[in-house]
């Protein structure tokens, strides 16, 4: 038998992690699917891909000349994928090049080519590619 102040402890934690379940499941994938999901469906489309990632390239673009080089984009590239997505070997990327970017990640996230992309192939290597890209 357990004591009234186990009972009550034990009640205590429970409504506080049941206050913290929301919380924290904004924080994963699906909070990721919240913060560009303009429409509300639950899923992020291309277009809201591209438009997150749109405002993305603006916040990298420190030097405001419309390209974003190795600097700007560390972390979301490597030099070898930087290299492969250069199309005119500049070394940088142009807010169009980034965008192809983001679509080619956009549909190796999206197995079931449905044009849409949920919690669970956000969670995917190819998921968090895209994300990396978007945030």
Known sequence: MISRRTFVLTLAVGTLLAGALPVLAKSGHAGAIGMFDTDNDGT????EAKKAASSTFDKLDRDHDGTLDKRELARRLTAKELAAADPDHDGTLTKDEYLA???????????DHDGTLDAK???????????????
Do not use: M
Request: proline share 3%.
């Open 44 to 47: 992020i489309d291309l277009a």
């Open 101 to 111: 970017v983001v679509e080619q990640r956009f549909n190796a996230a999206d197995p």
């Open 121 to 135: 192939e956000l969670s995917t290597k190819a998921g968090q590619a895209l994300l990396r890209l978007l945030k």
